[in-house]
């Protein structure tokens, strides 16, 4: 039976819903992606994220650049200082993860996003006479991430941390 399918309806609905989940869950992860940091120097022992020092100027003591970090606030930060808290949280554990004890802040930009709304619809008549009609209505809601740069670095002897 040339196009003629034998799923029944509800093996489509279950297909359907199995490749929606699949999606969804790249979706997921793709939006919480980061660069890998672009190596520069040497790397050392992981240390805890809580010790690496945020910089906003390049500290008065010695340093070794480490690397170069790009990071983003990730999808689901809302708000300008939850996103400038991931961004920050993020170059630590990237710092962290090479053994830096330091993060010179480069900088943050804000990036794309936005809403959208689809509506769809459609009819027809199957065989047998039975006809068959459906609607839909899909909302994307997609807030912009923030991006930021920074260096990892490294320094034998780091300056006192400050309270603010």
Not at 8 to 37: E, K
Not at 91 to 119: F, K
Request: proline share 7%; glycine share 14%.
């Amino acid at each position: 039976m040339c196009g003629m399918s034998t799923e029944s309806p509800a093996m489509r609905v279950s297909t359907a819903v199995r490749l929606s989940l699949l999606l969804l869950a790249v979706l997921l992860l793709a939006a919480c992606a980061t660069s890998r940091p672009l190596v520069t120097g040497t790397q050392r022992a992981p240390i805890d994220p809580a010790l690496v020092q945020v910089y906003y100027t390049a500290p008065q003591v010695p340093y070794e650049e480490v690397a170069r970090l790009e990071v983003n606030s990730g999808a689901f930060s809302f708000g300008d200082q939850a996103k400038t808290n991931a961004i920050i949280d993020r170059l630590r554990r990237q710092a962290a993860s090479l053994g830096a004890n330091g993060v010179i802040l480069l900088g943050t930009a804000d990036g794309h996003g936005g809403t959208g709304v689809s509506v769809g619809g459609g009819a027809g008549r199957g065989s047998g006479g039975w006809r068959y009609s459906g609607a839909g209505v899909g909302v994307t809601i997609s807030p912009s991430q923030r991006h930021g740069t920074g260096i990892a670095i490294h320094m034998p002897q780091p300056p006192a941390a400050t309270q603010p």
